[in-house]
T-cell receptor
C-alpha cells in the first residue's frame, strides 16, 4: 500500500514570505499525486495534481508543486503567502489501478500578519 | 446545487439512536466515497462505490452501513455508535475512467458528528 508523509504538522510563515509544505510518498512506480486544501468547516478542495505530465505543476491561488522522482517528493510552494492561505493542507497519492486515495496527516498553515 | 452536498452539516446523537447521513453529487460522476476525518489522523477511507456497486470496505464496523441507490446519491446509516465515532464525515465523488486512470476526488463540506 502507498503511504504519504507530510513533515511538519504546523507551519507558520509571515505574510509575503515563501510557503513550503513538504510531502513524501512511498511508491515503486510514479503514482498520481494531489494537494488539497481544507478551510475551517469545509470539505477538501483540489489545489493541483500531478498525473505524469510536466513535473512542475501549477495550481489555483498561486500554488505550485514539483514532482521529484529521485526524492519521492511532491512539495507544495507559493512565493508569497497571503492571509487567506491559512488553512489545512493535505497531500494525497493514488495508484494506477483502483480509485483509492492515500492521504497524509495534513499540515496546518498559519500566516502571520 | 452544484458540486457535492452533504446533509446534515451537524449531527448530535446518543449511542442508541439511528440516524443517516446523506450525500448528493451533481457532477455526473460514477464513483462515490465515504471518509472519516478525526483530529491528528489521516483521512480514513471507509467505503467506495463504483457504478452503485460497493468496491471497498476498509474494515469498517457494522454499525456503519452504506447505501448507494444510484450514482448520484450516497447514504451512511448509523446505529449504536460509540463516542469514538465522533468525527467529520466527508463524502467525495470522482469520475472513474475505467482504464486504471484515477481522476481527482471532489469533496462535500462534511457532516460534523458528535456521539454522546
Amino acid at each position: 500500500a502507498q503511504s504519504v508523509t507530510q513533515l511538519g504538522s504546523h507551519v507558520s510563515v509571515s505574510e509575503g514570505a515563501l510557503v513550503l509544505l513538504r510531502c513524501n510518498y512511498s511508491s515503486s512506480v510514479p503514482p498520481y499525486l494531489f494537494w488539497y486544501v481544507q478551510y475551517p468547516n469545509q470539505g477538501l478542495q483540489l489545489l493541483l495534481k500531478y498525473t505524469s505530465a510536466a513535473t512542475l505543476v501549477k495550481g489555483i491561488n498561486g500554488f505550485e508543486a514539483e514532482f521529484k522522482k529521485s526524492e519521492t517528493s511532491f512539495h507544495l510552494t507559493k512565493p508569497s503567502a497571503h492571509m487567506s492561505d491559512a488553512a489545512e493542507y493535505f497531500c494525497a497519492v493514488s495508484e494506477y489501478t483502483g480509485n483509492q486515495f492515500y492521504f497524509g496527516t495534513g499540515t496546518s498553515l498559519t500566516v502571520i500578519p | 446545487e452544484t458540486g457535492v452536498t452533504q446533509t446534515p452539516r451537524h449531527l448530535v446523537m446518543g449511542m442508541t439512536n439511528k440516524k443517516s447521513l446523506k450525500c448528493e453529487q451533481h457532477l455526473g460522476h460514477n464513483a462515490m466515497y465515504w471518509y472519516k476525518q478525526s483530529a491528528k489522523k489521516p483521512l480514513e477511507l471507509m467505503f467506495v462505490y463504483n457504478f452503485k456497486e460497493q468496491t471497498e470496505n476498509n474494515s469498517v464496523p457494522s454499525r456503519f452501513s452504506p447505501e448507494c441507490p444510484n450514482s448520484s446519491h450516497l447514504f451512511l446509516h448509523l446505529h449504536t455508535l460509540q463516542p469514538e465515532d465522533s468525527a467529520l464525515y466527508l463524502c467525495a465523488s470522482s469520475q472513474d475512467l475505467g482504464t486504471g486512470m484515477t481522476n481527482e476526488q471532489f469533496f462535500g463540506p462534511g457532516t460534523r458528528l458528535t456521539v454522546l
